[in-house]
């Protein structure tokens, strides 16, 4: 069954650094979606992308995430420099044109 | 923007028991209501879904009921099974293929065998 892949599973980095999560969606689906979720929070959305563009984002989507699909394959999302607060669950999903989201597994980012 | 509750946190229930879990949702215009199941270690993954068109949805040992009027939905799990056990989510969307959706902050289900 195809699924929504993601890596790394687990990434620990220093406040400050730069953090790439990627993501290979599901491969004939169109519409590709960032979410997070904090320990023991709600999962929140951030970011849907269609069409290589950002078509909506939520208010915790700030200057210092950035999304891209570099390739025909791989969609990414960039923290610029990370805050503490920026430790949580990101997760990655996916669709096609109507039907149901796919999440990935989630990578689980840590900032000390 | 739209607000999702969700009720219980946790719920403990014995094999071969119903549960229920129930949302409120506060925007008027959402129209999409997916269930999602999310276990240990793994992404949310759909178990159901309602439109704003229809009041009930039944797929097996699941439903999801829907009242427009007073803004709230309701997961149904009959002869709950040990597998059953996981984390719930309910969510609202505007839109029908779930384009930003709003979750609730989750229920925690034990199924006792």
């Known amino acids: 069954e195809p699924e929504v892949t993601q890596t790394p599973s687990h990434q620990v980095t220093q406040m400050g650094q730069e953090v790439i999560l990627r993501c290979v969606p599901i491969s004939n689906h169109l519409y590709f979606y960032w979410y997070r979720q904090i320990l023991g929070q709600k999962v929140e959305f951030l970011v849907s992308f269609y069409n290589n563009e950002i078509s909506e984002k939520s208010e915790i989507f700030d200057d210092q995430f950035s999304v891209e699909r570099p390739d025909g394959s791989n969609f990414t999302l960039k923290i610029r420099s990370t805050k503490l607060e920026d430790s949580a669950m990101y997760f990655c999903?996916?669709?096609?044109?109507?039907?149901?989201?796919?999440f990935g597994e989630g990578s689980r980012l840590t900032v000390l | 923007g739209e607000n999702v509750e969700q009720h219980p946190s946790t719920l403990s229930v014995q094999e071969g028991d119903s549960a229920v879990i129930k949302c409120t949702y506060s925007d008027s215009a959402s129209n999409y209501f997916p269930w999602y199941k999310q276990e240990l270690g793994k992404g949310p993954q759909l178990i159901i879904d309602i439109r704003s068109n229809v009041g009930e949805k039944k797929d097996q040992r699941i439903a999801v009921t829907l009242n427009k009027t007073a803004k709230h939905f309701s997961l149904h799990i009959t002869e709950t099974q040990p597998e059953d056990s996981a984390v719930y989510f309910c969510?609202?969307?505007?839109?029908?293929?779930?384009?930003?959706?709003?979750f609730g902050g989750g229920t925690r289900l034990m199924v006792k065998p």
């Open positions: 999903a996916s669709r096609p044109n109507t039907g149901e989201l796919f």
């Open positions: 969510a609202a969307s505007k839109r029908n293929a779930g384009n930003m959706l709003t």
